[in-house]
């Protein structure tokens, strides 16, 4: 009897251990997978680490985009950077290369925004420096409202606002300007 009453014990024992093991696994199968696994934000479609994007606009227009990392929010078609270096070629050849801490580019209207230590360096060598421009590419103009200071070989113009069309290549500063010839 004895041996009975062992095996029936060991029996109902093991049913039981059984049983709390189904109901675990059953439980985990039912909790969703992000409670499971929470990587990034909601609000993040895509998280990538030392981005190259190349994209040849309609205009002809070619951007390139280096950075550091990238995030993509698909719902608002937005594409943030950190730490970029954009070359931006007009469907004429000319090349504009800007660099700054981070940036953000509109994947469907292609218009930018960097900000952060901005510097921008033409192919003649004018460089212009803000802490933060705006790329309109409808209009393809290159805009800021901050201080802003360009210089080249010979001359050194500041003032607070700029537009720089590249159409007509024409550079406009909006006020405060101050120009100094011979970098001095």
């Not at 029936?8 to 059984?18: H, K, M, T």
């Not at 007009?90 to 901005?118: A, H, P, W």
């Not at 805009?143 to 001359?155: F, I, K, L, Q």
């Amino acid at each position: 009897m004895n041996i009975k009453r062992r095996t029936a014990l060991i029996v109902a024992a093991l049913s039981v251990v059984l049983f709390v093991t189904a109901i675990i696994a059953i439980g985990l199968r039912r909790t969703p997978e992000q409670a499971l696994l929470k990587i990034m934000s909601d609000r993040v479609d895509l998280q990538v680490k030392d981005v190259h994007f190349t994209d040849v606009g309609d205009s002809g227009m070619k951007l390139e985009i280096t950075a550091e990392s990238a995030r993509y929010r698909k719902k608002e078609n937005l594409a943030l950077f950190e730490k970029m270096k954009v070359r931006l070629v007009t469907k004429e050849g000319r090349v504009f290369v800007m660099n700054g801490d981070r940036g953000q580019l509109n994947t469907q209207s292609r218009n930018m925004e960097i900000e952060g230590n901005v510097d921008i360096v033409s192919e003649t060598g004018d460089r212009i420096s803000t802490d933060r421009l705006l790329y309109r590419n409808a209009r393809r103009r290159i805009e800021t409202d901050r201080p802003v200071v360009m210089e080249n070989a010979g001359s050194r113009i500041s003032g607070v606002g700029m537009i720089y069309s590249l159409d007509e290549r024409k550079v406009t500063f909006l006020s405060q300007v101050r120009a100094n010839s011979d970098g001095k």
